[in-house]
Every structure is written in C-alpha cells, then in structure tokens.
C-alpha cells in the first residue's frame, strides 16, 4: 500500500525534484529535471487510483490519497501550470527558487488529493513555508519584509485552519475532508471555513496578497498566483458548497478587488487584486451551491489559474527586461517589447471574457448560476466587476505600459527576454483559447455536470455590449483613469499599524520592566547578600578565631609569666615551693 | 576473645597487608636518595595498596551487618589488648576511598615538591598506613594510636611544604585537633574501665548506662566536631588547607575530614545510641550552621583555597546533619555524601594546585580569564566544581539529595533549612568558575596591569589524575549503587540499634 502511494502520488516526484535540486550542480541537468517533474506527475494522473487506503498514524486515520472529479480536475490544471511554470523560470539559475516552488506545487498537489484534515493541513503548510520562500528569495528589503507579514498571515490562518479541525475531530471524532451542510455547521467548521478563506484572501483577510506578490520573484509570482488561492477555492468547494454566506461575500469580494485595481499602480499589484476578484467570482460560484454554481466555480479556476499565469508572466517579462513594474514610470514598450504585448493582451481578453477566450466559457457560468437562482444582487455585483476587470486589466494595464508615452523622456533599457519566456506565454495563450474553442474539453473534467451552452446569441452580444461600452467609458475617462504613484491604503493598515504600536510598547515598556525585574537581584539582593557573606567571613575571622588564637596565645602567655618566674633566687622558689605545700595539704584536708 | 582469622577466602590478610605496605614502603624509602626513583617508588607503592584493597570491594559480603575480614591477635593480654582490624560496610567505602586518593596525591606532587622528595614520599606513605590504620581498627587503643599518629605526618607535611605562614597554620592544626583529641582520650578510657575491654565488637554489645553515654558522647563529640569540622570548631581548617601543599591539603579534604564523622558513627551511634538520640537536635542544628553559615563564608573569598576549604565546612556539615536524622536513609546518604565530598574536593584541590603551579597565586583576582588559554584544565574544573555543589548527574547530587529527603522525612523545617546550602554552595562555586573561566567584571576588581600571559594547558599526566576522579564522579553520580550497596546493611543495623536503644 505503501508503495502504491508513493508511485501513484503526483506530490511525490515534486519532492524528489526539490531534493535533486539541491544535489545536482550542472544546470542542464536542472533545467531537464524541472521539466520532466510536471511531465511525469501528468503521466501519473492518467493512472491514479481512487484511492490508495486509510493508514492509522498516533491514532488517526489517514488518507493521503483520496481522488474524485473534483480534485481530479484541479490536479489536471495544476500540473499543466507546473510545467508552464518551470519552463517559464527555465533562466533562473538559482536552486533555491526551483525547490521552493517544487515544494510549494507538491503541497498544493497533497493538499488536493487529502482525504482527511491531517494530511491536508501538513500539506497546507508545506504550501505556506515554501511559497514564503518565493517571496524571500528576492533580495530586496521590502520583499523581505513582505515575506515576513506574508508567513504570519499565513501561519495564523494555518492556526485558524487547526483549531477548526482539532475541534472538529474533538466534536465528531471524524478527520475525513467531506461536505459540511450549512444547517450543522458549529464553529469548528467556521474556524476551518475561516482558515481555507484567508488562503483564498477573502476580504477582510486578503490584504497580504496584494501585499506580497508584488515583492516576489518574477517567476515566483507566477506560482504564487496558481496555487495558493486555487486550492483554498477547491478547499471551500469540497467541503462548503452551499454556504449562502459565502455567496454574498464572492460578489463584494470579486468588486472590492476591482475597485482596488483601478486605481492601483504597480503593474503585478493590479494583477494581485484582479486575483482577488476572479476568487470572488468562485466563491461565489461555490456559495451559490447549484450545480451551475460549483461547476462554473471549478472551470472558472482552471481557467483563471492559466490566464492569471499568463497576465503575470507578461508583466513579469517587462519587469525582467526593465525592472520597473510601475505604470508611472513605464510606457512606449510597444516597439521593444511586441510580443509581451501579445501575450498580455490575450490574458487580457481572457480575463475580460472575450468570446473565443476560455474567460468566456468559464466565467458566464458563475453569472448564469446566479441568474438562475434569481440572485439579482449579486448578478450585478459580478457585471460590474466584468465591467471594471476589463477596464482596468484589458484596457489599462497593457495602454499603459506599452502604448502610452512614458514620462520620462529617456528611453527605458530593454533587451530581449530569454526564449522559455515567451514559449511558457506561448503555451498558456494556446490554452486560453483552446478552451475558449472547445470548451466541451473542459466541460468533461467538471465534476457536476450542468448544462451549460455558452456560444449563444444572447451570450455573446451581451458579453460584446458589455466590453464595447466598457471601452468606450476608458476612452472618455482616460485621464481620470490615469495612474498615479501613490499608496493605497488596504485593510492590512489596521494590523500593521498595530503590529507596529506592539512592537514598540515590547521594545521600550516591556523591556524596560524586564530588564529592571532580571537586575532585581544584582541590585537589591546580591549587595547585601554579599554584605552578609563578607561580615560571616569577619566575624569567622576577627571573633571565632581570635578566640581560639587567644587561648592559645594566653596560654603562650602563662608559659612566658612562669617562665619568668625562674630569677635564680632559691629563697623565691622555697617560698613558693611551700606556699604549693601548703595549697596541696589544703585541698587533701578540704576533701 | 580468641584469636582468629577471618580471610573470607582471599588468602591474606588484607587489613594487615593495607597497613602494612605503605610502612614497609616507607621503610624502603629512607634508602632511596634519588627523587626521581622515590618517587616512583612512591607510585608503586601505593599502586600496589590500591590493588590490595580492591578484593575488599569485590569479596565483601553486602548483606551482612557486621565486622568482615576480622584478623584477631594477641597483643597486650596483661591489659587485655588484642590487635583486632576488621571492616563493616561504613569504613570499608572509607579505606577504598583512601587508597584511590594517595595515588593521586603522589602524581600530582610530582612537580609541586622539589626539595626534600625523599622525606616527601616516607611522610605521605605513614600517612597512608595511619589513615587506613583509624578505619580499619577494631580496638580502641589501637583507633587511637593511629588517630594521633596521623597527626605528626601531616603536622610535617604543611610546616616543611606548606605555603607562606605554614609555621602557623601546621602549629594550629597540630594543637587544635591535639586538643580536641584528648576528650577522646578521656573518652575511651572511661569505656575502658567501664566496660572492661578494649575492643569495639565487645563494647558494643555491651550495653552502658545513660550517664557514661552522655558523658562519652559529649567527650566524643568534641573531638570528632573539632575534626569534622563542625561550626564554630572549624578554624583550624582555612590555615590549614590554605597553607598545606596540594597533597597535603587533598589528604586534609579528602580523607581526614571523614575520619570525624567516621568517629560519629562509630562511637557516638554505636557505643552511645541513647544519649545520641537525646543529643540530636542539638547537633542537628549545629549542623544546620555550619552549611549555611560555611557556604557563606565561602561566598565572600577571594582566596580559592580558603573557598574550597569553607565549603567543606558546608559538605560536612550535610555529612553530620545526615548522620543525626538518625535514620537509615539520612546515614547512608552521609556516608556517601562522605565519599562524594573526598573525590570532589580532592579534584578542587588538585586544580588549584594546578593552577598554582602555573599563576604563583591562589587569588581569583590572578587566576581570572584562563578559560581560553586553558581550556581542558577548564573544562574538568567545571566538571568538578559542578559535582561539589550537586549537579545532577554527577555523585555530590545523589549525596545531597538524598540527606535533604531524609531531613524532610524527620522533619519538613529541617529540609527547608538544608536547602538555601544547595543554593549558596551553587553560587560561590559558579561565582568562582566565572571568575577563573572568564574575566572578572565585579566592581571589587581591579585588574593588575601584567603582559599577557601564556599557559600551558594541562598535560597527560594531570589530566589522567582528573579523568580517574570525573570517571568516579559520574559513575556514583549515574550508579550510586556501587557505593550505597556496600553501605547498607551496616547502616541499617546501626539505626536500628540507635532506635531501639532504651534510656
């Protein structure tokens, strides 16, 4: 059994890359090994197992690997972004990103195929530490310190995630990862909910992604877009599909997102925020709970992960070839940098939805299921973040830096990007609109099968209305919509500022106070009691063994006075010979 | 009593041997006029008397009580004197651990005496033969002749090479116990008419009346708290240490000290039980003093021979608080606390020799910051500072545990006045490990302006001396049992016969 699972596991050759990563020196060698992991996790997806058994560890009953539909098709989508991914970083000599984003793609990988909480919450962390390590590896201080803010984060809502599940398996003694019905749900099963909705940056728990991704490596702000928030959005729809409270919170959460990434300014902040807003999409999708609903959350994250991957790599080209990644300070790429263009603006289109993209085919499947279930509410706040996402990520992002004149008026420094580049960009262009085409072919993968038809008439002149206008609306608002350089205040102010007020109360107060507790004894005790020791010693000294010296010395004394008393003079020593007589005859009387 | 031998299959008489060949090793000695061959004659000699004694650890009988390898022969029968040696289980760990140190106490002279070795050597092997002479003999006369005749050995021993007022401190030492000594005198002689015999097995099981008891355990108590030494009797003990050369002052620590209790259980439990009984709150308390009061003195030296010295005050006084808890856990705990206190302060005083010979000065102000130029030396100091105030893990833990949970069990205040010891004796010792491994930086300290200073670290030959006492520090301190098996039947039956003593 045990065999089974290490074969058949798609983690396992993730961490067996991560290990030769660190042994094998020539980069050749390397660059072949990054490539060949993804391909032969592919190979073991077309033979996994449904199951490779329950093993009982300290008393629990683990289930490593555990695969349906639903984590099939994640698995699916996760593995082709692996391997888009490492040929997209194929330049990058540094071991140490391509072990920590092995390591990362194996955690997500395990926390997909985790059949109950222990196995996923292990993976879970594996995903955290390593992604930090993405982050870290950029040798900037504002990275480091991203990094920093990112692993508490995370570590507090890996927390939240174990509490929930010490809780849960307190309350029901059952580690298995099945749905939860909204009826029974107890706080442990917010607690867990509240764990998988930091990952997925959930409002109010979102801000250190908009925080962090900006400050990562270029080719590990590629991974960390895919895999983090996608397997929290599998997390919610394995267990909490159906949670109406989700639903509502998808809708704020995917215009919040928009909002922000209007007025945003460096290029991959945009993009952070758009992620947030494409989540929201899905979980609203997973709220909604209908089988539209959870099917259309699952194609829209297979579709999001590849062109979010490709909206970063594009941007992550210019930043490479010009290491800026403010709008402010770049523009007129057009000439250097043609094919970036390309790239970005097919994410573009995708992310917006443009017919024959694969946004078209995934996303209207979340705004069908809420139109269906007569939410109206929230069928406007998902149009509206159409509306803005294609505004600011269609229009915007790729006017403003590659059309648009740039300030400055010197030229910017390009040179061109390394070819694995632009074929990763390649490959994940060819995907977008593969499934835009054929969307039967991901309509196979999802797990509930809903009928979904969405190359109609009325689909696509709504869709077309609704990007025309939205064009049009930049056209006349182009200067309004200008970018500026300026911070934008998210909600990770109100703990950063306290994090900051608690910082210095431990520095200066608290420091302060332990640092005068801990000298208490030198100051108060250790004196006197040293006092103590050095008057026991003089007292030992000047009384005790003087006394002991006097006896001594009197007796000494005695032995000088008698001894003096030899003067040579017989009539003294007669008298006193009989004075003795006398004393003696005395005392023989007396007694 | 009829004359007898009770060889107990060895085939010799091992007591007799013990005694004997450090005399006869001595005798040898007045021929050899060369240094460098008495002293090696010195080394096999009492090589070969520690392989002598080993049969006495591996043949005795742990289980039963009384006196083995009793040799009796007619000596004096006008006065009834019998020459009768013989070991229980308390004086047989004492002999072992007198043969184990006066090995040690060659080697480590070996550089330290350079004049007059050949007297060196016959001085310390009658020392040897005096001090296995006090423990293992069974008639009184004949514990007191080797009682006094250990005194003028070590009298010679610090007045010839003993450090600057050696005049003073061997003259103090000589009248003070000399002193204390005659009460013992008076002591035995009044058991002797009393009793009408010399030997101890007889006294015994003589039972003596209350009055006689009182009187010869106040005379006893006297001479044995002189020796011990017990607070406020113990100012011989600082000039003496201080002053004696580094074997003399591990003879003093290790071995003489113990005679003293060696006494208390002996003659005070055995030949006085009720009037010990009677009498032991006091010595308790006296006990109780000489920790506290010993460890404080010893925390404000600056002298680390008179440091180590006022500590033993402190060891010794949880040495006599054990015995007089009366109970058989508190004797065994003192009888290996006994041990424990020979091998460790035997090991202190054996480093401070060390380092004397390297610094000239025995002051912390001139011994500081040796940790890096000295770092073996440093570390097996370590090892053994932390066995004399009772880490865990090394043998003085298991010693002084073991008699604060006797005192608790006699009584809780007992164990809570024994405990601040432990702490003091912590901290004078760490206090002075600081200071020599690393700089002093206390405000009473005003380094000389000297060149720096270039020491060579320890050598084979003196690290062989510390690592044959850290083996033994760690082994009792992980196994107590080899020591504590030896101890108790012995033990048991001597707090029985205390209990049961009617008044």
């Known amino acids: 059994m045990t065999t089974e699972l290490l074969v058949s596991h798609p983690s396992i050759p993730f961490v067996v890359g991560a290990l030769l990563m660190w042994f094998v020196r020539t980069v050749r060698l390397r660059q072949a090994v990054l490539v060949a992991v993804p391909l032969v996790a592919l190979m073991q997806l077309s033979h996994l197992p449904d199951t490779a058994g329950t093993f009982t560890y300290l008393g629990l009953a683990l289930q490593p690997l555990r695969v349906d539909s639903l984590s099939f098709l994640f698995l699916h989508v996760f593995c082709i972004m692996a391997l888009i991914g490492f040929v997209y970083s194929l330049h990058v000599l540094n071991p140490g990103t391509h072990g920590a984003a092995l390591l990362y793609v194996a955690g997500s990988l395990g926390v997909t195929l985790s059949g109950d909480y222990v196995t996923l919450f292990v993976f879970w962390e594996l995903m955290a530490v390593a992604s930090t390590f993405l982050i870290w590896l950029q040798p900037t201080r504002t990275a480091r310190d991203a990094g920093l803010r990112y692993f508490l984060v995370h570590s507090a809502g890996g927390l939240a995630l174990l509490c929930g599940i010490i809780l849960r398996y307190l309350e029901t003694g059952d580690l298995a990862v099945v749905q939860v019905v909204p009826a029974t749900a107890g706080l442990a099963d917010y607690l867990i909910m509240a764990g998988f909705m930091l990952n997925a940056a959930v409002p109010p728990l979102h801000a250190w992604l908009a925080d962090a991704y900006p400050e990562a490596t270029i080719t590990g702000a590629v991974f960390l877009c895919a895999f983090t928030t996608k397997t929290a959005v599998y997390a919610l729809c394995r267990v909490f599909p159906g949670f109406d409270v989700l639903a509502v919170w998808g809708a704020c959460m995917a215009l919040y997102g928009v909002c922000y990434a209007i007025v945003e300014n460096n290029s991959r902040r945009i993009l952070s925020y758009h992620i947030i807003s494409q989540v929201g999409y899905m979980v609203c999708g997973i709220g909604i709970g209908t089988d539209l609903g959870v099917s259309g959350a699952c194609a829209h994250a297979y579709a999001h992960i590849i062109y979010k991957a490709l909206l970063f790599m594009g941007v992550g080209c210019v930043l490479e070839m010009t290491g800026r990644q403010k709008l402010t300070e770049l523009g007129g790429l057009y000439r250097s940098m043609p094919w970036a263009l390309v790239f970005t603006v097919i994410g573009g289109i995708s992310i917006s939805g443009f017919p024959l993209t694969s946004g078209f085919v995934s ?38 830096i590659w059309f648009r004149e740039p300030v400055e008026k010197a030229p910017l420094q390009t040179r061109q990007a390394p070819w694995n580049m632009y074929l990763a960009m390649a490959i994940a262009g060819f995907f977008c609109f593969f499934i835009g085409c054929s969307p039967d072919w991901l309509y196979r993968l999802l797990p509930r099968h809903a009928a979904y038809h969405p190359y109609t008439a009325s689909h696509v ?25 300026t911070l934008q205040l998210d909600l990770d102010w109100v703990y950063r500022r306290a994090a900051a007020v608690l910082q210095h109360w431990c520095r200066a107060r608290a420091q302060q106070y332990d640092e005068k507790l801990g000298e208490l004894y030198a100051t108060r005790g250790l004196h006197h009691f040293m006092g103590v020791a050095r008057r026991c010693a003089t007292y030992d000294i000047e009384r005790i063994d003087r006394f002991v010296d006097g006896i001594a010395q009197q007796v000494a004394g005695c032995g000088e006075r008698i001894r003096n008393f030899h003067n040579g003079k017989i009539q003294h020593y007669i008298g006193a010979a009989m004075m003795l007589l006398f004393l003696v005859l005395g005392i023989i009387v007396y007694f | 009593m009829t004359p007898s031998l009770l060889l107990q299959g060895i085939g010799y008489p091992v007591l007799s041997v013990l005694v004997c060949l450090p005399l006869a090793g001595a005798g040898l000695a007045l021929f050899v006029r060369s240094a460098p061959a008495v002293r090696w004659l010195a080394v096999a000699v009492t090589l070969l008397t520690l392989g002598a004694s080993l049969p006495l650890y591996s043949s005795f009988d742990r289980t039963l009580p009384g006196f083995q390898f009793v040799e009796h022969r007619a000596w004096l029968p006008a006065a009834q004197f019998d020459y009768i040696v013989g070991v229980d289980g308390i004086s047989v760990v004492l ?16 550089r330290e005496v350079q004049e007059r070795v050949q007297e060196f050597v016959v001085v310390l092997l009658l020392l040897e033969a005096a001090l296995i002479g006090v423990f293992v003999s069974l008639n009184i006369v004949l514990f007191y002749l080797f009682w006094e005749g250990m005194l003028i050995p070590l009298y010679l021993l610090i007045a ?10 061997s003259v103090k030492f000589f009248l003070y116990t000399f002193a204390g000594s005659i009460f013992l005198l008076f002591a035995l002689l009044m058991l002797y008419v009393a009793a009408g015999s010399c030997s101890m097995p007889e006294l015994l099981q003589q039972p003596l009346s209350y009055e006689l008891q009182m009187l010869v355990f106040i005379c006893c108590t006297v001479a044995f708290a002189v020796k011990t030494p017990l607070y406020p009797l113990h100012t011989w003990l600082p000039a003496a240490h201080v002053e004696a050369p580094t074997a003399g002052s591990v003879i003093l620590a290790g071995i003489l000290l113990k005679m003293g209790g060696y006494g208390f259980l002996r003659f005070c439990l055995g030949f006085a039980p009720a009037a010990t009984r009677e009498a032991a709150p006091v010595m308790m308390v006296c006990a109780l003093a000489a920790i506290l009061i010993g460890g404080l003195l010893a925390l404000g030296q600056q002298d680390l021979k008179r440091l180590v010295a006022y500590s033993s005050v402190a060891h010794m006084g949880f040495v006599v608080l054990g015995i007089f808890l009366l109970s058989s856990r508190g004797m065994q705990a003192s009888v290996l606390q ?33 940790g890096a130029l000295m770092p073996r030396f440093v570390t097996l100091l370590t090892l053994c500072a932390f066995s004399s105030f009772g880490f865990p893990g090394t043998n003085g833990f298991i010693g002084e545990f073991l008699i604060i949970v006797a005192a608790f069990e006699k009584k809780w205040i007992l164990g809570a006045g024994a405990v601040p010891g432990v702490l003091i004796a912590a901290a004078y010792m760490l206090r002075a490990l600081q200071k020599i491994i690393w700089a002093d930086r206390s405000p009473h300290h005003h380094p000389r302006e000297t060149p720096p200073r270039m020491f060579s670290d320890i050598g084979l030959r003196e690290v062989g001396i510390l690592l044959v006492l850290v083996f033994f520090i760690i082994l009792i301190g992980l196994q107590p049992s080899v020591v504590l098996d030896l101890t108790r039947a012995s033990v048991e039956s001597l707090a029985n016969r205390v209990a049961g003593a009617g008044r």
């Open chain 1, 461 to 485: 002149s709504e869709t077309l209305q609704l990007l025309g206008f939205t064009g049009l609306g930049f056209y006349l608002l182009a200067r309004k919509l200008a970018p500026h350089d």
């Open chain 2, 95 to 110: 002999v072992l651990l007198t043969t184990l140190l006066m090995p040690l106490c060659v080697l480590c002279s070996w």
């Open chain 1, 363 to 400: 996303k209207s499947m979340v705004t069908a299921a809420a139109a269906e279930a007569h939410c109206s509410g929230i069928l406007l706040l998902l149009m509206l973040a159409s509306v803005g996402t294609f505004l600011s990520v269609g229009i915007k992002l790729p006017y403003c």
């Open chain 2, 338 to 370: 006994m041990i424990n206190h020979g091998i460790s302060t035997g090991a202190l005083f054996i480093c401070i020799g060390m380092l004397y010979e390297r610094t000239h000065s025995r002051l912390l102000a001139d011994n500081s910051a040796l």
């Open chain 2, 160 to 169: 010839l090479w003993g450090g600057p007022a050696r005049n003073y401190a």
